[in-house]
């Protein structure tokens, strides 16, 4: 098995969550790795999400992988995840300003 980009943002609203990845209805997947880029001149704020499914409540605290994190300009934030997501779970980013892209790297299981 090799890992294999499972999703990228260029630019985000910033504000609201925004879901950026979902697992096949007939699958699992691993997310080893997320890395966030703050590729603009001004600190910012990022948080990620985690639910069972698309339109399952956003704001559910148990979901919260990642919560506001700063991000310093000009810098990368690499984390290690170790994620199992079922069928159909979803991945959701937030930034508090639009210089923030994020990437996420993993492996999909389809059965």
């Known amino acids: 098995m090799s890992l ?3 999703f990228s943002t260029a630019q985000i ?3 609201a969550l925004l879901e950026v990845y ?5 699958g699992q997947a691993a ?3 997320l890395i966030i880029c ?3 001149t ?5 948080s990620v999400t985690v639910a069972t499914a698309s339109g399952v409540a956003a704001t559910v605290p148990a979901q919260r992988l990642y919560w506001n994190i700063p991000i310093p300009p000009e810098d990368t934030l690499t984390l290690t995840v170790g994620l199992t ?3 159909s779970g979803v991945v959701r980013v937030q930034a508090d300003s639009t210089g923030l892209s994020f ?3 993993g492996e999909e299981f389809t059965t």
Do not use: D, E, I, M
Not at 22 to 26: D, E, G, H, T
Not at 42 to 46: E, I, K, L, M, N
């Open 4 to 6: 294999k980009h499972l």
């Open 38 to 40: 703050n590729y603009v």
């Open 13 to 15: 609203t910033t504000g």
């Open 31 to 33: 997310l080893s790795s």
């Open 85 to 87: 997501l079922a069928a």
């Open 22 to 26: 979902k697992v096949p209805a007939s």
């Open 42 to 46: 001004t600190s910012g704020r990022a």
């Open 103 to 105: 990437n996420g790297f």
